[in-house]
């Protein structure tokens, strides 16, 4: 039984009362001893500072902190000062993205793309980051091809990404052979398995429209079938999820990204069912 990668993502809160139970939600999942603990930036307004804070915090409790680093709307000065920030802190683990901005900022900002942000960094701190990037196994919604994208994920990971995370899905199939083009191409950085419990449809399904995942249909009717009721929707939920990870790990994935939504419960559960199955997280 191998031990596979283990890593939890984390979204800034905010207001105080949601940062202490933020504070809570990293006590318990710090038993779990994942490898590293990444923090969003701007998504959902969020703000650098936001970011910032909680990664400090993470790093100053003993853990391995990655905050994610976004570089559209950007300057060259802007983003020196934030990666400086960060190494003198100690800092060592980047997740390096484009991000998204309202169309209204039009193409303002010294960086267009995540591979011009992963050059940026290398060519400012040398090794010092450990650097993660983004990629979409179903594709990114605004690509212009699924070969278009595939070459553009190359080029990030030639400018100097040590690994990348995936974008959430549901369908296996789409993961495996995403990694199997990618290593055609002769690159063989990890592609760590980004893992979305599924514990409330509405949202699920609003967010997952915008980003590029698909919900399969009869995942989809299912959870929709379950209406209101909450615990079944978990409970299939977890299910679905397990066995998606256990596909996965036997398919040789390397291992997995959770997306918690700053909830230690569905991540445990996962975990748990994971061990029971006697896989090693
Ligand atoms: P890129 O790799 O730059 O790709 C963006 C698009 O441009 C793709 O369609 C690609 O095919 C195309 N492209 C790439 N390079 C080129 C090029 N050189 N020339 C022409 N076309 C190119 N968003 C946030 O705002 N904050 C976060 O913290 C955040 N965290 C994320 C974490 C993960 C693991 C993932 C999967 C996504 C995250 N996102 C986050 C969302 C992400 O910012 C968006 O999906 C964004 O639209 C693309 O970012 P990227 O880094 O993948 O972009």
Redesign the pocket.
């Given at each position: 039984m191998s031990s596979h990668h283990f890593s939890i993502?984390f979204f800034p809160p905010k207001t105080p009362e949601a940062c202490e139970r933020l504070r809570e939600t990293r006590r318990q999942l710090y038993q779990l001893s994942p490898e590293y603990f990444?923090v969003?930036?701007?998504?959902g307004g969020s703000t650098s500072e936001g970011?910032q804070d909680v990664a400090l915090e993470i790093h100053n409790e003993g853990q391995r902190a990655a905050p994610?680093v976004?570089c559209i709307g950007t300057t060259r000065e802007m983003i020196r000062e934030k990666i400086m920030d960060y190494k003198s802190k100690g800092i060592r683990h980047l997740?390096?993205?484009?991000?998204?901005l309202p169309s209204a900022y039009g193409v303002l900002g010294e960086f267009?793309?995540?591979?011009?942000l992963v050059e940026f960094v290398r060519a400012e701190t040398g090794d010092w980051f450990y650097m993660?990037?983004?990629?979409?196994p179903e594709m990114?919604?605004?690509?212009?091809s699924p070969q278009?994208?595939l070459d553009?994920?190359v080029?990030?990971i030639n400018a100097g990404a040590d690994a990348a995370?995936?974008?959430y899905f549901y369908n296996p199939d789409a993961y495996f052979r995403f990694v199997e083009n990618v290593q055609a191409q002769g690159v063989n950085v990890p592609i760590i398995a980004?893992i979305m419990p599924i514990t409330n449809y509405a949202s699920l399904a609003r967010f997952s429209d915008t980003?590029?995942a698909e919900i399969p249909r009869w995942i989809r009717l299912k959870l929709e079938s379950y209406g209101d009721d909450l615990e079944s929707i978990r409970e299939f939920g977890l299910d679905v999820v397990t066995r998606l990870c256990e596909h996965l790990l036997g398919g040789g994935a390397p291992g997995f990204?959770f997306y918690s939504l700053n909830q230690a419960a569905p991540v445990e559960a996962l975990c748990e069912r994971l061990r029971q199955s006697g896989y090693r997280t």
């Amino acid at each position: 039984m191998s031990s596979h990668h283990f890593s939890i993502e984390f979204f800034p809160p905010k207001t105080p009362e949601a940062c202490e139970r933020l504070r809570e939600t990293r006590r318990q999942l710090y038993q779990l001893s994942p490898e590293y603990f990444s923090v969003t930036r701007g998504a959902g307004g969020s703000t650098s500072e936001g970011t910032q804070d909680v990664a400090l915090e993470i790093h100053n409790e003993g853990q391995r902190a990655a905050p994610h680093v976004t570089c559209i709307g950007t300057t060259r000065e802007m983003i020196r000062e934030k990666i400086m920030d960060y190494k003198s802190k100690g800092i060592r683990h980047l997740v390096a993205l484009r991000g998204d901005l309202p169309s209204a900022y039009g193409v303002l900002g010294e960086f267009h793309y995540a591979n011009e942000l992963v050059e940026f960094v290398r060519a400012e701190t040398g090794d010092w980051f450990y650097m993660d990037v983004a990629a979409y196994p179903e594709m990114h919604p605004q690509a212009k091809s699924p070969q278009d994208d595939l070459d553009n994920f190359v080029r990030k990971i030639n400018a100097g990404a040590d690994a990348a995370i995936t974008q959430y899905f549901y369908n296996p199939d789409a993961y495996f052979r995403f990694v199997e083009n990618v290593q055609a191409q002769g690159v063989n950085v990890p592609i760590i398995a980004g893992i979305m419990p599924i514990t409330n449809y509405a949202s699920l399904a609003r967010f997952s429209d915008t980003c590029g995942a698909e919900i399969p249909r009869w995942i989809r009717l299912k959870l929709e079938s379950y209406g209101d009721d909450l615990e079944s929707i978990r409970e299939f939920g977890l299910d679905v999820v397990t066995r998606l990870c256990e596909h996965l790990l036997g398919g040789g994935a390397p291992g997995f990204h959770f997306y918690s939504l700053n909830q230690a419960a569905p991540v445990e559960a996962l975990c748990e069912r994971l061990r029971q199955s006697g896989y090693r997280t």
